[in-house]
């Protein structure tokens, strides 16, 4: 549109190598509205998708012929009045992508916008089964699971694309959005899950913004990625294949393949963007107008699979997913309507970070973590060179799995300092002291300072009140003074167990949170006489907090297995969504050591799948579970380490321990059955 900048890349293919440049501002020129018919033509020509040998086939990964209600759809947008990107041909190997900056998009149907307004029920029409066992193709919209996901808790680009998905495709398609797995110690998430009868699972990935290739090296919005999208979604895929066999979900016949999804540029080279992104597999805007057709080139469609084996694959897939309209477990609903509170409350919070220095505080689960994720990603968007920083190890692998695929850096304060530091000669003393964690590393980079430069942008602090002052200092440092030099901070004074008191840095501008977002309402009522944040007037669950009186060690392991065999029989937690803390270490060496019958506790970095997690309260600071047994027996609890860890607890909280560890947290002392 007139006023509006495009971006542009060129693309150079030359024998196996492509490489390419963001140069911002050049493409009005070559996208302007209403070109001539031979420029559209042209176009449309460069759009044509080629089929190569090179394209991997097997059981997993079946590929399909061209369609020609793509190429129609595709010459439509050729010949439409329209801004959006394109590929222009000039002749040679020479092509240029472009993208357009501002991501429009169609806005939805209304037929759409009512589906997507009402919750999945018995009378909504011909149900999944029939459509399935008959292939029939109604002209419906496709089902989001679960049908009462708000997608205005996605982000921006993989909310679009998932409406895409939804509009596009008919009601035989299930659309999974956000779909998080955990195997082996590995943490992944997979943007979109797409899941059809008879064309599989289609796993997305989603990248938003102008895109370029570079030597290799995905870029974007001008910021190179770690990871190329194809490796992220890749590796999230086979990571769902490993989960799901773990489980005794059956694959067989259950063909699995991966897309990338970028909805902000116009159309990709016809040789793709890589040995490992042929154009098929790229979802540009001509396919998410068109998605039908372009999983149609993807892969032919093939006999149904058994309705029995797909409803187990998405229950598996998303334990909330109910296919008959139920509303499921209690946790797993509590969970849901809290990620959507999260959004909700904190939209208006996030736009805070256009300015400078800014001091976001609030109790514990009133959606930092959260916010400092959402700013990072903002940060990132805008092209802005980013460092997110915390304090503790478990925070920081929680923030690097949230940015995985980012250009942000992340990780603690010391970790930071180290890397940094390393490419002048710095390393790491023998048998460092805490002494020496307090004071070398931020010495070091005031005596290295001219070298290590000011390489950053933005810096986003998490769990600020635990970052001593002279660390708060050196990063400022950090900040280049021709940049944004944004310093965004997130805090809870009442949970500085580290630095008191807390002091907040200089000239910021503060914005109080107010609200518990995290916990049921019966445990955030308990957080709050802890000193927390007000619960949220509508906060879901009303399972009762539960203290079960238990003196010596032997009477606390007793308690710790009845409590977590009730939590896995009764309520289905998983074992991993199960946190034991402890207000001291020797309390929980002694657990780990002699572990309650049946069952394995483990530390924060030999976590898995079979195990249940167990911590002190100082290292679970910032982390969450679905249970959370609270352990302390020493009659003398700390008020401050009984806030925090009660807080780490979304749905259920069992306290074990004297009769002091009720009174401290104000309920009634004794054994509740009830959770």
Not at 358 to 365: I, N, P, R, S, Y
Not at 379 to 404: M, Y
Not at 516 to 522: G, I, K, P, V, W
Request: charged share 25%; with cysteine; aromatic share 4%.
């Amino acid at each position: 549109m007139p006023g509006e900048r495009e971006h542009e890349l060129d693309v150079v293919v030359e024998g196996d190598h492509a490489d390419a440049v963001v140069r911002p501002g050049q493409s009005q020129q070559l996208c302007r509205r209403g070109g001539d018919s031979g420029q559209r033509s042209a176009r449309h020509r460069a759009r044509s998708v080629e089929h190569h040998d090179h394209v991997e086939r097997g059981p997993l990964n079946r590929w399909g012929d061209g369609s020609s209600e793509l190429d129609q759809h595709v010459d439509d947008l050729a010949n439409a009045d329209s801004d959006d990107g394109a590929i222009e041909s000039e002749g040679g190997d020479h092509v240029r992508l472009l993208g357009a900056g501002g991501g429009r998009h169609a806005p939805l149907s209304t037929e759409t916008h009512d589906w997507l307004g009402r919750v999945t029920s018995p009378g909504c029409g011909p149900s999944i089964t029939t459509c399935c066992a008959l292939g029939v193709k109604t002209g419906r919209v496709a089902k989001l699971l679960p049908a009462d996901f708000d997608l205005n808790g996605l982000e921006h680009s993989e909310r679009r694309v998932c409406a895409a998905f939804v509009d596009g495709l008919d009601d035989s398609w299930s659309v999974v959005p956000n779909v998080p797995i955990y195997v082996d110690r590995e943490d992944r998430e997979i943007d979109i899950v797409l899941v059809s009868p008879t064309h599989g699972v289609i796993a997305v990935e989603v990248k938003g913004g102008v895109i370029a290739v570079n030597g290799g090296t995905w870029v974007q919005n001008g910021v190179a990625l770690r990871k190329t999208p194809m490796a992220q979604v890749v590796a999230a895929k086979h990571c769902l294949v490993k989960r799901m066999r773990r489980i005794g979900i059956e694959l067989n016949g259950l063909f699995m393949c991966h897309v990338v999804a970028l909805p902000d540029v116009g159309s990709v080279p016809v040789n793709g963007l890589g040995p490992d992104a042929p154009n098929e597999i790229i979802f540009a805007k001509p396919q998410l107008a068109g998605p039908a057709a372009a999983i149609a080139r993807l892969q032919h469609e093939n006999g149904p699979i058994p309705l029995e084996r797909l409803a187990r694959f998405l229950s598996a897939l998303r334990p909330d997913i109910v296919l008959d309209g139920g509303e499921g477990d209690t946790m797993q609903t509590t969970a849901r309507h809290l990620d959507h509170a999260t959004f909700i409350h904190l939209a208006a919070v996030r736009e805070l970070d256009v300015n400078r220095r800014v001091l976001v505080t609030g109790g514990a689960g009133t959606g930092k973590t959260w916010l400092a994720v959402d700013w990072a990603r903002r940060a990132v968007a805008r092209g802005e060179r980013t460092l997110v920083v915390c304090f503790n190890k478990p925070i920081a692998e929680q923030l690097q799995r949230s940015l995985d695929g980012t250009s942000a850096m992340v990780g603690t304060y010391h970790d930071i300092a180290v890397r940094l530091l390393e490419p002048q000669g710095f390393r790491v003393g023998a048998s460092p002291t805490a002494e020496y964690w307090e004071h070398v590393p931020t010495e070091a980079l005031a005596f290295h300072a001219d070298k290590v430069g000011t390489p950053f942008d933005t810096i986003i602090i998490d769990e600020g009140q635990d970052i001593r002052p002279h660390w708060m200092e050196s990063l400022e440092l950090l900040l280049d003074p021709a940049g944004a030099r944004r310093l965004l901070v997130t805090a809870d004074p009442a949970q500085a167990i580290y630095v008191k008191p807390w002091r907040p840095p200089n000239g910021m501008i503060e914005m109080p949170l107010v609200h518990n977002l995290r916990n049921s309402r019966s445990i955030a009522d308990l957080v709050r006489r802890l000193g927390g944040p007000e619960p949220m007037p509508n906060a879901p669950g009303r399972m009762p907090v539960s203290h079960i009186t238990a003196g010596g060690r032997k009477e606390v392991r007793k308690r710790v297995r009845d409590t977590i065999a009730r939590l896995t029989e009764a309520h289905g937690v998983p074992l991993c969504q199960i946190a034991v803390l402890t207000m001291h270490a020797s309390v929980r060496d002694d657990l780990i050591a002699d572990p309650p019958d049946g069952y394995q506790l483990v530390r924060w970095e030999d976590r898995c799948e079979e195990g249940v997690l167990c911590e002190t309260v100082h290292r679970a600071k910032g982390l969450e579970r679905t249970a959370v047994i609270l352990v302390d027996a020493s009659g003398e609890p700390d008020r401050t380490l009984l806030y925090v860890g009660a807080s780490r607890a979304v749905s259920s909280l069992t306290l074990i321990g004297s009769p002091g560890l009720a009174h401290v947290a104000g309920m009634p002392e004794g054994v509740h059955s009830g959770m």
